[in-house]
């Protein structure tokens, strides 16, 4: 007997006509699989190819860009705007919003499209992470960049693991595996476990020194309870809290002993990173929130690179953490 297992585009279509949905989300998400499954093919050649080196250019952030970055980039944008589907994007590798479908287009989709470039050298995993929120469909658009709370479906790929979570609004978050012939296939739902056995705790501990005060009071009693994971691509470190409960955070670096290099503001991008994993990690029964204790899917962007920090996890875990950052000295 022949076992054909269920596709992300099979689970996708019963979604869709279980709740009298159009058939325009498919075909969007159908792009953004595409796109993935190509910068899967390039980054599995990208040593023998050598393309895992700088391009040469300096993006808007100041950040050396990769050839990785151009590609994945330029094949993401070339699949949505295919797609038809699509009125803007904004994208990790362009300085300012990018309109595509103006008149046709329904969606909005903000993407890294190459995310955890300190792995791309090593071949080791990167994400490929993408939020879509809807046009307004009943008056005017006024292309307002949408918070996490007006996302529809947020997403990542592990590229190239193979893994692809997608979490769709009030649906909860599911994770898929890519088979032999390029589907992403095996539904599985994902829910952070209760358990504190399995959590863990991944964070950039070379800068532990540079946190508040308070952060690194919890860190130092708190910590050792937890197993330490950290691969320095969110779409990674996130996969496994997802998996095994736990926290993840990118906090502000508040106090660097080299003032000039602190990031009060944090790090990740809200919009492509942060509000990203907020919205899977909420599906998935978590919380997600910002070094003020602000909810995440609260903060509505006001530049489409606005940074953030992110605290991101099991529901205790954040509340503990909450109460720490918010503690008036
Ligand atoms: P890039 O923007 O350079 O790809 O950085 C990746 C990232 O935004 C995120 O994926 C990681 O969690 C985080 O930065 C790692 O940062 P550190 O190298 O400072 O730990």
Same mark, same amino acid.
């Given at each position: 007997m022949l076992n054909f297992e269920h596709t992300f585009m099979d689970f996708l279509l019963e979604h869709q006509e279980r709740h009298n949905r159009t058939y325009h989300f498919l075909i969007l998400m159908n792009s953004l699989l595409n796109a993935a499954k190509r910068i899967q093919y390039y980054y599995l050649t990208g040593a023998l190819r050598g %393309? /895992? @080196?700088? +391009?040469g250019s300096v993006n808007v952030q100041g950040e050396n860009v990769l050839k990785m970055d151009e590609i994945a980039n330029e094949v993401v944008k070339h699949y949505l705007s295919r797609? @038809?589907? $699509?009125?803007q994007i904004v994208s990790e590798e362009e300085e300012e919003p990018v309109l595509m479908n103006i008149d046709g287009g329904r969606y909005f989709v903000y993407y !890294?499209?190459? #995310? @955890? &470039?300190? %792995?791309v050298p090593h071949n080791l995993p990167i994400g490929f992470l993408f939020g879509v929120a809807k046009r307004n469909l009943e008056g005017p658009e006024d292309l307002h960049l949408r918070s @996490?709370?007006?996302?529809?479906a947020a997403g990542m790929f592990v590229i190239p693991t193979g893994t692809f979570t997608i979490a769709l609004r009030q649906a909860g978050c599911w994770r898929f595996h890519i088979d032999e012939i390029m589907n992403y296939v095996k539904p599985t739902q994902m829910t952070l476990p209760d #358990?504190?056995? &399995?959590w863990e705790i991944s964070y %950039? &501990? +070379? *800068?532990?020194?540079?946190? +508040?005060r308070g952060l690194q009071g919890w860190l130092a009693v708190n910590e050792k309870k937890y197993a330490f994971r950290y691969l320095g691509a969110l779409a990674g470190d996130f996969h496994r809290i997802l998996t095994n409960g736990g926290l993840f955070m990118y906090p502000?670096? $508040?106090?660097?002993? !080299?003032?000039?290099? *602190?990031?009060p503001q944090g790090k /990740?991008? /809200?919009?492509?990173?942060a509000a990203v994993t907020a919205f899977m990690c909420c599906e998935a029964g978590g919380l997600a929130i910002d070094e003020n204790g602000? !909810?995440? /899917?609260d903060l509505v962007p006001e530049k489409p690179h606005q940074r953030t920090a992110l605290y991101l996890g099991s529901k205790q875990l954040i509340q503990e953490v909450l109460e720490v950052l918010t503690k008036k000295p």
């Open positions: %393309n /895992l @080196g700088l +391009a797609s @038809g589907r $699509v009125i !890294d499209p190459m #995310d @955890g &470039s300190s %792995n @996490g709370r007006e996302y529809i #358990d504190r056995k &399995s %950039n &501990s +070379a *800068n532990r020194e540079t946190y +508040a502000a670096i $508040v106090n660097h002993p !080299d003032p000039k290099k *602190n990031k /990740l991008r /809200l919009m492509y990173e602000r !909810d995440i /899917l």
